[in-house]
C-alpha cells in the first residue's frame, strides 16, 4: 500500500508505521491519515477501494496517533506459526475475540507487525466510539404502545330506524 507524505517534514518510521498499519486494518472511506509529527501534521491519503463492512463500521473516527493501542485477537490460534503464538502470548491475547489495552511503542507495533493478519489494531478514540455505538445499540428503548382506538374520532351513534 503506498502511502505518501505531502509535506517535507521529518518523520520517522515509527511514527508512519502504526499509521499505516492502522489504515490497512482499519480503512477510512471519507477521511483521511493524519502522520503525528512534532510541528504541523502531514495528510496521507487513504485509498477507498479497501473498504469492507467491517473496516467502515471501525472508521466512525479520524484515524489519529494515542499513546494507547488497543489489539483484538480476531482470528483463532490452530494453525498459526510458533512463533506467531508466542507473540500473541507476549501481548497477552490467548482467546478469540478478546482486547488488550497496550502502550503505543517500537515494540508493541513491532509484535503487531508480524501478527497483523490476526488482530485487529485501534486507536483509544475508535476504541471509545465503538464501545459508545454498542452502548448505544445495547440500551434500553422506551416501550411501543400500540392502542387500538376506531378509526375515527368522533363516537359513534347508536343507529335507530325512522
Given amino acids: ?8 517534514q521529518n518523520h520517522t518510521s515509527d511514527e508512519l508505521t502504526v499509521e499505516c498499519c492502522l489504515a490497512r486494518c482499519c480503512g477510512n472511506l471519507t477521511r483521511t491519515l493524519v502522520a503525528r509529527s512534532r510541528s504541523a501534521p502531514a495528510v496521507v491519503p487513504v485509498n477507498p477501494r479497501i473498504m469492507n463492512a467491517f473496516k467502515a463500521f471501525k472508521a466512525a473516527v479520524p484515524i489519529e496517533w494515542s499513546p494507547h493501542l488497543y489489539i483484538t485477537l480476531v ?3 490452530p494453525g498459526t506459526r510458533k512463533l506467531h503464538r508466542r507473540t500473541l502470548e507476549a501481548l497477552r491475547l490467548r482467546k478469540c475475540n478478546r482486547t ?5 511503542t517500537p515494540t508493541v507495533r513491532g509484535m503487531l507487525q508480524q501478527v497483523k493478519r490476526l488482530v485487529a ?4 478514540a475508535m476504541f471509545m466510539a465503538r464501545k459508545k455505538n454498542l452502548a448505544e445499540h445495547r440500551a434500553v428503548r422506551p416501550p411501543l404502545v400500540i392502542t387500538h ?4 374520532s368522533t363516537p359513534t351513534q347508536p343507529h335507530t330506524a325512522t
Fill in 1 to 8: 500500500m503506498g502511502f505518501r507524505v505531502h509535506s517535507a
Fill in 75 to 77: 482470528r483463532g490460534m
Fill in 100 to 104: 488488550v489495552m497496550r502502550w503505543n
Fill in 121 to 124: 489494531i485501534e486507536t483509544e
Fill in 149 to 152: 382506538s376506531p378509526p375515527s
